[in-house]
């Protein structure tokens, strides 16, 4: 009972320190990191059912509902384990061979684990109870609490290590992930030796109550000291009014202006193009060569990485026009003011970057520009069109060169 009862304690601590995360939804909602978080904590409250389960049931001897439970304990460990690793991934938002690598390892871990309990319906590759319904481990249970320990470790480092480049806050935040790290290490290897006391419960509750004390609650207290510093109470108010609207007209992949917006301001343009009230202006068009492929062959995430890292590019070159994006993989920009006076040098560097880009299996971007004419029955429509056409034909000669 004893067992049972770290358990339960564990998990209504748990569920106490993580209240918000687990059962309210707030903005920070929308960062892929809290999202693998919250998801990490329903796996780590899910396993304290199951082992609090665990102890009550092993003690009571029932042969049949003592493998469900332990079977069912199991799968929700190699799970919880894969969404930390995942997490981990999220938080650093970093992108390279090691989480590449980490990442096909904890999809392969789970894989393994899944098989090994299946065959243990067959064979005890994983565990078994003896006729006195005692618990013995069995080989894959031992490589299994292996490879945790060594992906605890190796993300414990690996948080340690990215780290050191940080400062400040940041530094501390990256630490307290790393100790829960070096927490799970140290009390896997404690739950080999001993397999029948709450071992992994308590490695979870105290490394979960460092994450909550020294990441989460650093992070409220950030973000409220930014509100309290930088806007005043009538300004929160203008805000929260101000969403709705600010919402409609923004795209919400990259962040700039959408297809919404574009109408709106085509039909501004197009008033001060015929009123000659404006004459210097011109549009940009953008379309992304091979996006259709990354979606295909490496997934819609992929793809949406790649607008993103488009739309920055676009952003960068044109940085004092506005931007749209007008639909899947097609943006418009505005040329007016300094990018329209030296849009033909802008377009010229813009290019040469994707010419260089073809090189390294970069960010490829065809783009047309054109220009009002003033001294013509010119209009917006006809404007787009020769912008448009000036595209494909820069899109055709990308294609020509191997993109």
């Known amino acids: 009972m004893v067992y049972s009862t770290v358990a339960i304690l564990a998990l209504l601590v748990h569920i106490i320190i993580n209240f918000d995360i687990l059962f309210r939804r707030n903005a920070k909602d929308s960062v892929q990191s809290h999202k693998f978080y919250r998801w990490f904590l329903y796996g780590a409250m899910a396993f304290y059912i199951a082992d609090s389960l665990w102890g009550i049931i092993y003690e009571a001897k029932n042969l049949y509902a003592i493998y469900i439970d332990t079977f069912i304990y199991f799968m929700i460990m190699a799970v919880t384990v894969f969404l930390w690793t995942r997490y981990v991934n999220r938080y650093l938002n970093e992108t390279n061979v090691f989480t590449k690598v980490f990442s096909i390892f904890g ?18 590759v994983r565990f078994y109870f003896d006729a006195e319904v005692n618990y013995h481990a069995c080989i894959t249970r031992h490589i299994s609490l292996g490879i945790q320990i060594l992906m605890f470790f190796l993300t414990a480092v690996y948080v340690f290590i990215y780290a050191a480049r940080t400062e400040g806050k940041a530094q501390r935040r990256h630490r307290a992930v790393g100790a829960f790290g070096i927490t799970m290490t140290f009390f896997v290897i404690a739950q080999t030796q001993y397999p ?5 419960a308590i490695g979870y509750l ?15 207290d950030d973000y409220r000291r930014e509100l309290e510093a930088h806007i005043s109470r009538e300004e929160l108010q203008q805000i929260e009014l101000s969403t709705t609207r600010k919402m409609a007209y923004t795209d919400a992949l990259t962040g700039i202006k959408n297809k919404r917006a574009f109408t709106e301001d085509e039909q501004l343009i197009e008033i001060s193009l015929s009123s000659k009230q404006k004459t210097d202006f011109g549009i940009a068009i953008f379309d992304l060569n091979g996006l259709k492929i990354i979606n295909d062959t490496k997934g819609h995430e992929a793809g949406d990485t790649y607008i993103k890292n488009s739309c920055h590019i676009i952003c960068e070159y044109f940085r004092h026009s506005p931007v749209y994006r007008i639909g899947g993989d097609e943006f418009v920009a505005f040329l007016e003011g300094e990018d329209f006076a030296n849009r033909e040098a802008i377009l010229a560097d813009f290019n040469k ?4 880009n073809i090189g390294t299996n970069d960010v490829v971007i065809s783009c047309g520009i054109d220009i009002f004419q003033l001294d013509s029955e010119d209009s917006f429509f006809k404007l787009f069109e020769r912008a448009d056409r000036k595209m494909y034909e820069r899109k055709r000669k990308l294609k020509e060169s191997g993109n």
């Open 196 to 200: 029948l006391l709450p071992l992994y």
């Open 353 to 356: 970057q994707m010419e260089e």
């Open 107 to 124: 999809c392969l871990y789970l894989l393994f684990d899944a098989t090994s309990l299946v065959i243990n319906f067959f064979i005890p």
């Open 206 to 220: 105290l490394g979960t109550c460092l994450l909550h004390t020294f990441v989460l609650e650093d992070e409220k």
